[in-house]
């Protein structure tokens, strides 16, 4: 099994930014990749961004292009967010997932280690 930890969440002004952190533990050998879902209140929960488990290929879904970088410390076996510019509509619960199917996008009942989330609120 993989065990996943979020940290860095928090409440910040728009426009501002921060980091969130996935530390993975367990059998994490043969994952394909890891990445954050949110859900903000009232929707579904729904995909931010991934990263191949070796770090060379990224995917971010069109609404957090050019504001969010994915990036992960192999020797800490821990992937971040990096969140800029953040706008009130990104207020959520963010999720790290990992999954071994070989895709970027994986859909959520294909994901079998999720963290416990971490809540970011943005304020206008």
């Known amino acids: 099994q993989v065990q996943l930890v979020e940290s860095g969440g928090g409440l910040v002004q728009a426009g501002g930014s921060l980091r969130l952190s996935c530390a993975a533990s367990g059998r994490t050998f043969s994952r394909y990749a890891m990445g954050w879902f949110r859900q903000a209140p009232g929707k579904d929960r729904e995909f931010v961004s991934s990263i191949r488990w070796s770090g060379d290929r990224t995917s971010y879904a069109d609404s957090v292009k050019g504001r969010f970088t994915i990036s992960r410390d192999n020797a800490k076996n821990t992937v971040y967010l990096q969140m800029n510019s953040l706008k009130p509509e990104y207020t959520a619960v963010y999720y790290c997932?990992?999954?071994?199917?070989?895709?970027?996008?994986?859909?959520?009942?294909?994901?079998?280690?999720w963290g416990q989330g971490t809540l970011v609120t943005v304020s206008s």
């Open positions: 997932a990992s999954w071994l199917i070989i895709t970027m996008t994986p859909p959520q009942n294909a994901l079998d280690a």
